[in-house]
């Protein structure tokens, strides 16, 4: 790929960034909603783990997961994108059509500015609240802690990054069977629940029952908030961490696939509506 | 006509027009059952590595789950009017229809919709006060029932106070704000686990600003003839409910003087 041929996809994603990121009033009111339910999750865990219990996870483990959690929440494939399914009823599709770029490539970089700028503007606060403004007031036991070393920080890194990708062919997935069925709320009331429960957003995967521990592994929601949380705080190091980051790179190319295939399927049986 | 005909008519005109679409409606609540059933599920999923949260089990706290969440599912399904009273109602101009009948706003209000969909959730709740059941030895006699249906009528209380709420600020920000399901969504996940977990600050929080824990821990836990442990009178708990009723008289207070206020974004 030249770099003429990569432009015209990195001007859709400036574009949908910039347009994003202008929704600061909503990032507000979801940092407050947030703020309230880490608060809650974090004493719910705290009273969990205390005493004599034997855990998979400690207690620093686990509140640094669910403020982390918290600031990466808008990161999840919530949601199709309500635009393109709203193309599709209208006949704006037509013109998407007309556009001399690649479909899956096209709808794939608006799905990277969705799942960046909207987390980026919920995270930036979150992340100061949690691991800045509490540790300063004296409550760092509660807080956000550093990350658990310079290698944790690398192959953080890195498992972010494949996080956006994963996050994006998910998205894109979703679109496309949005654009499918002329309507995104199926596809959200089906997903929704899935992606909060199978990411470990709703409890830290480690910590639910021994028995379900292999099957979470290999799950494709687990790279996109679970890997990346426990690399963070040391969980999951060493060749471990460097497997899960591999889980993700594979569920990456899984997905790409899927998506490029069900984008040649839904377009040859694309009808333009209105007239 | 006196208001409640008037309201019974109203809840029957909704409900029809509802049931117009019998597969819409299937499909929405039983996307509400499963949505609310697997949160529970994550609750068991704990309890089923950690056996125990200061001291409490699995069923005592299905059973402070089941009643918050019964609460809430009523409320949520009864107050839809103030629900999306912000974009319906403040921003379209709406509201100026409502202001020119001879009867009173919170009644229009109230009979704008009732969201037949509810009952999703509202199954959920009640399969988990079965379980609970099932899993603590209450002996089931009226004088538990009348407090836990006192503790379900305050927590409803609570939570249309609330919503009344959040319709009200929408008279300032015209839009309604999603900071509102901080506590209304997030007060259910708060006091779906007994008060006694939490940091002091945030018990009485939730015991004298909003008083979530008023309609769920206290009643609750004189019925599992649990001692109190955060130092209340014990000869009051069974009462505390009266709580709601008055943060929704605060809440309907608040409302009236919205009312006054409201100017019309109309032409």
Request: hydrophobic share 55%; charged share 10%; proline share 4%.
């Amino acid at each position: 790929m030249t770099a003429a041929t990569v432009r015209p996809y990195l001007a859709v994603f400036r574009a949908r960034f910039q347009l994003l990121l202008q929704y600061r009033a909503a990032a507000l009111a979801g940092f407050g909603t947030q703020c309230w339910w880490g608060t809650v999750k974090v004493m719910v865990f705290a009273a969990f783990l205390s005493g004599q219990v034997d855990s998979p996870m400690t207690l620093r483990q686990t509140i640094d997961y669910v403020w982390l959690g918290q600031a990466l929440l808008m990161m999840l494939p919530w949601s199709a994108d309500p635009e393109l399914a709203r193309m599709v009823r209208s006949g704006d599709v037509a013109y998407e059509r007309l556009r001399p770029v690649e479909t899956y490539a096209y709808w794939f970089a608006r799905a990277v500015a969705r799942r960046t700028a909207t987390p980026l503007l919920r995270a930036i606060p979150m992340v100061l609240t949690a691991g800045v403004l509490l540790p300063s007031l004296g409550f760092a036991r509660w807080g956000l802690s550093a990350p658990a070393g310079g290698s944790a920080v690398a192959i953080f890194s890195l498992s972010m990054v494949l996080v956006i990708a994963l996050a994006s062919a998910f998205s894109t997935l979703l679109d496309l069977l949005a654009v499918l069925m002329l309507s995104e709320r199926g596809v959200n009331i089906l997903v929704a629940p899935l992606a909060i429960v199978f990411s470990g957003s709703l409890v830290p995967l480690p910590l639910l029952p021994q028995w379900l521990q292999p099957a979470m592994r290999y799950q494709p929601f687990a790279g996109l908030l679970d890997f990346p949380l426990r690399i963070y705080s040391g969980h999951l190091a060493g060749a471990d961490a460097l497997a899960a980051l591999a889980g993700q790179a594979a569920w990456v190319l899984v997905l790409v696939a899927l998506g490029r295939v069900l984008t040649t399927w839904v377009m040859a049986r694309l009808q333009v509506q209105g007239g | 006509m006196n208001a409640i005909r008037l309201y019974g008519r109203y809840v029957r005109a909704s409900l029809h027009s509802q049931m117009r679409y019998p597969a819409s409606f299937l499909l929405t609540s039983l996307g509400a059952f499963l949505a609310t059933g697997i949160d529970f599920i994550a609750v068991w999923a704990l309890f089923a590595r950690f056996r125990q949260i200061a001291g409490w089990h699995f069923g005592e706290v299905a059973l402070f789950y089941a009643v918050i969440g019964v609460s809430f599912a009523l409320a949520d399904g009864l107050t839809r009017g103030f629900d999306v009273f912000g974009e319906q109602f403040v921003r379209t101009g709406d509201f100026d229809r409502v202001l020119v009948r001879p009867r009173s706003t919170v009644l229009q209000l109230l009979g704008y919709e009732v969201r037949a969909t509810r009952i999703g959730r509202l199954a959920q709740a009640v399969v988990v006060w079965i379980i609970a059941t099932r899993l603590t030895h209450i002996g089931w006699t009226w004088q538990v029932w009348s407090t836990l249906l006192f503790a379900v009528a305050g927590g409803m209380a609570l939570f249309s106070g609330i919503l009344v709420l959040q319709a009200t600020m929408a008279f300032w920000t015209v839009e309604s704000l999603e900071i509102a399901n901080t506590l209304s969504y997030g007060g259910v996940e708060a006091a779906q686990y007994p008060l006694d977990i939490y940091a002091r600050w945030f018990r009485n929080f939730l015991t004298f600003v909003v008083p979530l824990g008023c309609v769920s821990y206290f009643p609750v836990a004189s019925v599992l003839g649990r001692a109190d442990r955060t130092g209340l009178w014990p000869g009051l708990l069974p009462f505390s409910p009266a709580l709601g009723f008055v943060f929704l008289g605060v809440a309907l207070w608040t409302w009236r003087f919205g009312v006054r206020r409201y100017a019309s974004t109309g032409s």
